[in-house]
């Protein structure tokens, strides 16, 4: 049976906010892991050798988190830190961690802490399923690496973040800290487990193609027009409203996405950044000849879409919960601001008592139905595990 437990601290002190977040999961059975997400403010080495001290072999794994986590406590974050931990313990489940930081290319680097997360599990076989946690910027091609080794398994996962979008985050293990890199977790067990990815957006009319793009993350023509003369077109956006580093806030509720062919899945890309030759920048890839399409979403959404998202989970999953694991974009946390308690209300009363915990990323991994793994932004991939 999987058991599940969630601590959190406030405590200015990495070593004893990590003692205090640890000693409220100590007696979970049966260990295999433990997802920690803290704050930039802390030493991050020295939370997590207090973390390990309490759940001695026990592997961990995690990241900063944009200004807090969520758990069945609420909303937890603090101006001098903030943890969240929670451990998962089976006899019948086995889990491989293994991170590295960014050695040669991203591609190569995946493909080794996958070999050396099925060593570490105790296996020679391809996961039930995997978490990914990666540095933003690169995340498809650390994902591509991990696929060279195992194939196509069902993923889940976010990219670290910070406070203030200054590159400040980092991404760990129990013995790895590094703010350019990868981390895995790999899951061996007979147990189901479910993720529902989605930017919950609503798909508008307005759509074009992508006909000119530059290091993969800058849309410099849709269309054959100026992309950012046509997202400005779309949404009647003013160049002083979207101007810099404006854009990043204005399209938390009109992001552009891309569609799977299947149509199962629309891929959000958050605008980033407008640049003076009116092209701007996205938090993840794209492909000349692709359909962008304008999507919409007002605060009121980004909320109540949290609550709705995990009780779509809960009947994916089909079995009964032990635990979820829920990514949720920095950038729409940021949106929300702070009606934040709205949200911790929302996936409290959709937890049904089930410990959860969550994060705050600044790009999130999943899969829809049978799609291929995929990296993407302003989005929720909530994961659930049959107890």
């Known amino acids: 049976m999987l058991s599940a437990k969630t601590g959190t601290s406030v405590n200015a002190s990495p070593e004893l906010a990590g003692k205090e977040a640890a000693a409220a999961v100590k007696a979970v059975e049966d260990a295999k892991v433990a997802f920690v997400y803290s704050g930039v403010q802390y030493d991050t080495k020295a939370l997590l050798g207090a973390v390990s001290k309490e759940l001695p072999g026990v592997p961990l794994i995690g990241n900063t988190s944009f200004t807090g986590v969520i758990t069945d406590q609420g909303f937890v974050t603090g101006d001098d830190g903030f943890v969240g931990i929670m451990a998962m313990g089976d006899a019948d489940m086995a889990v491989g961690v293994a991170g590295s930081p960014k050695e040669g290319d991203a591609r190569a680097t995946g493909h080794k802490v996958a070999v050396e997360a099925m060593r570490n599990a105790g296996k020679d076989c391809a996961p039930d399923y995997f978490f990914m946690v990666a540095s933003p910027g690169e995340e498809e091609f650390y994902l591509k690496g991990i696929t060279e080794v195992i194939g196509r398994v069902p993923m889940f996962g976010g990219s670290a973040a910070d406070n203030t979008i200054t590159g400040e985050w980092v991404l760990y293990t129990s013995d790895m800290v590094t703010p350019d890199g990868v981390a895995v977790a790999f899951f061996y067990t007979n147990k189901a487990f479910a993720d529902v990815y989605t930017g919950a957006y609503k798909e508008t009319e307005k759509a074009g193609?992508?006909?000119?793009?530059?290091?993969?993350?800058?849309?410099?023509?849709?269309?054959?027009?100026?992309?950012?003369?046509?997202?400005?077109?779309?949404?009647?956006?003013?160049?002083?409203?979207?101007?810099?580093?404006?854009?990043?806030?204005?399209?938390?509720?009109?992001?552009?996405?891309?569609?799977?062919?299947?149509?199962?899945?629309?891929?959000?890309?958050?605008?980033?950044?407008?640049?003076?030759?009116?092209?701007?920048?996205?938090?993840?890839?794209?492909?000349?000849?692709?359909?962008?399409?304008?999507?919409?979403?007002s605060v009121d959404q980004l909320i109540s879409s949290t609550g709705e998202t995990l009780e779509k989970l809960k009947t994916k999953l089909g079995k009964e919960p032990g635990a979820y694991m829920l990514v949720h974009c920095g950038g729409r946390r940021a949106g929300i601001g702070d009606r934040i308690d709205e949200v911790a209300k929302a996936l409290k009363d959709a937890a049904g008592g089930v410990p959860f915990i969550t994060e705050f990323t600044f790009g999130e991994f999943g899969y829809e139905d049978d799609g291929r793994n995929t990296c993407g932004g302003l989005m929720l991939s909530f994961a659930g595990f049959e107890k």
């Open 209 to 297: 193609i992508i006909t000119k793009v530059e290091d993969y993350r800058k849309i410099c023509e849709i269309d054959g027009v100026p992309a950012l003369e046509k997202y400005m077109e779309w949404t009647g956006a003013k160049k002083e409203e979207i101007e810099g580093g404006n854009l990043l806030g204005y399209s938390v509720t009109a992001p552009v996405g891309v569609k799977d062919p299947l149509g199962d899945l629309i891929a959000i890309r958050h605008p980033q950044s407008a640049n003076e030759d009116m092209t701007f920048n996205i938090g993840n890839n794209a492909a000349v000849g692709t359909a962008m399409i304008l999507m919409e979403g």
